[in-house]
């Protein structure tokens, strides 16, 4: 009996630290940087001035708000922004991207955020980071509704 509770007691401790970041993103981008690609697809993203604005960017600078981060744009062609999230130079990707992206199997994607006509949006993160990814989904799950009304407000006539 003592046996099975030290094992039970292992396996709770063990598991008190996931989901996990290997590379450590959310612990760097809380207080720190968040470093967001992002390129033109309206109402979602736009770069006016060069300084982006839309509906995700304004979701992305509540979130930062939310962890106390400082947001760092990087505005290029949506292949080159998803190609330098693999390789952990970026935190996320935003670009009026749908669930249906070819980019499915190469990045992670966040659980639909909004779903309109059929097309399910979405953000990208780097695979494996699953605590940022957890966090990042839960402030837009809550913040589903301030999407809908934004882009109400932007696309009714």
Same mark, same amino acid.
């Given at each position: @009996?003592?046996?099975? /509770?030290?094992?039970?007691? @292992?396996? &709770?401790?063990?598991?008190?630290?996931?989901p996990r970041d290997p590379e450590g993103?959310?612990?760097? /981008?809380?207080?720190?940087?968040l470093r967001v690609g992002v390129t033109e697809h309206e109402p979602w993203?736009? =770069?006016?001035?060069?300084?982006?604005?839309?509906?995700?960017v304004e979701l992305l600078e509540s979130f930062a708000q939310h962890l106390g981060a400082?947001?760092? =744009?990087?505005?290029?062609?949506?292949? #080159?922004?998803l190609e330098t999230l693999q390789g952990g130079s970026l935190d996320v990707v935003i670009a009026g991207i749908k669930d249906s992206?070819? =980019?499915?199997?190469?990045?992670?994607?966040t659980q639909p955020y909004l779903e309109?006509?059929?097309?399910r949006y979405v953000m990208a993160v780097q695979q494996g980071e699953?605590? =940022?990814?957890? %966090? &990042?989904?839960?402030?837009?799950?809550?913040? #589903?509704?301030?999407?809908? %009304?934004?882009?109400?407000?932007e696309w009714t006539p």
């Amino acid at each position: @009996m003592l046996r099975v /509770v030290l094992i039970a007691g @292992m396996v &709770l401790i063990a598991g008190c630290d996931m989901p996990r970041d290997p590379e450590g993103t959310f612990r760097r /981008v809380q207080g720190g940087t968040l470093r967001v690609g992002v390129t033109e697809h309206e109402p979602w993203t736009r =770069w006016e001035g060069g300084r982006p604005s839309g509906i995700e960017v304004e979701l992305l600078e509540s979130f930062a708000q939310h962890l106390g981060a400082q947001i760092d =744009w990087t505005h290029d062609a949506e292949g #080159r922004l998803l190609e330098t999230l693999q390789g952990g130079s970026l935190d996320v990707v935003i670009a009026g991207i749908k669930d249906s992206t070819p =980019w499915s199997s190469e990045v992670a994607l966040t659980q639909p955020y909004l779903e309109l006509q059929g097309d399910r949006y979405v953000m990208a993160v780097q695979q494996g980071e699953n605590r =940022w990814l957890l %966090e &990042l989904d839960r402030f837009l799950q809550s913040h #589903r509704g301030q999407a809908l %009304e934004r882009y109400r407000q932007e696309w009714t006539p």
